[in-house]
């Protein structure tokens, strides 16, 4: 991985390589990104990739991120529907934002978890990263 990440923060990186079927039209088919990510901390760090995100994904974490902005409470998730990444980042008191990021090669004999605190300074050029994934890979077919 020596590109610059699209999307990176408190250790974890993520890298949109395009879409799995890119040929497909509909909603299903045509919105799986190819990603690469990983998580870092410490002496420890986890990758994995594929198939693992939709462009509603990255979608819907950013409207999360911006509802965050907004309001300073409520939480952003980005990867529900495959077991190999999930991020949450939760507002919590006095402007903080705890993430947890879960992310595993093979969610079948592996499992790990990275905890991380920030401010809310961090959610800002989340939403820009957000905003140029979806510039490059615009959700297709919303109608499904």
Known sequence: MTNDPDLCFCGFSLWVDGRQFAQASDYWDSNWLMIRAEAKANSSRV????????????????DQL????????????????????????RCQKLGRVEGIIQITPDHLSQHHRFIFEADQS????????CDAILDRFPVINTGQ
Do not use: H, N
């Not at 594929?50 to 994904?57: C, K, N, P, Q, S």
């Open 47 to 62: 990758r994995c990739e594929g198939a693992i995100l939709m462009t509603g994904d990255i979608k819907q974490f950013r």
């Open 66 to 89: 911006a509802a965050m902005v907004d309001t300073l409470v409520g939480e952003a998730v980005l990867g529900e529907l495959e077991p190999e990444l999930s991020v949450v980042l």
């Open 122 to 129: 961090y959610l800002p050029a989340l939403i820009l990263s």
